[in-house]
């Protein structure tokens, strides 16, 4: 990570996610077409901002942190091109799960 991602800080409890590819290949070679490909709803957590203020000020820390890779919703999300690539920011009340790893 360099220049303007590792710059990028998200506001409050706001996520950016870098989506995982879609498989666009079988493993022997074969190529899967557009229709028949799923859709990707997970991805990795990129960066993270320190959370949500409550009333009283005190910080509420997000659920997720740099590096988790995440379950996302089918919808959502804002698209954000940062060095010719596509991130997504959601809220933190927005991402559906955590992937533990074993």
């Known amino acids: 990570m360099a220049g303007m991602l590792r710059r990028f ?19 022997s070679g074969i190529f899967i077409p557009e229709k028949s490909q799923a859709k990707v709803l997970t991805g990795k957590v990129v960066a993270v901002g320190e959370g949500l ?8 820390a997000p659920a997720v942190s740099v590096g988790d890779e995440v379950l996302l919703p089918e919808f959502g999300g804002t698209k954000v091109t940062l060095e010719e690539k596509d991130y997504f920011l959601f809220r933190d009340s927005d991402i559906l799960a955590k992937m533990k790893s074993e």
């Open 9 to 27: 800080v998200p506001l409050f409890d706001r996520v950016l996610v870098q989506k995982a590819e879609v498989v666009t290949k079988t493993a």
């Open 53 to 60: 203020r409550t009333e009283s000020g005190s910080v509420v």
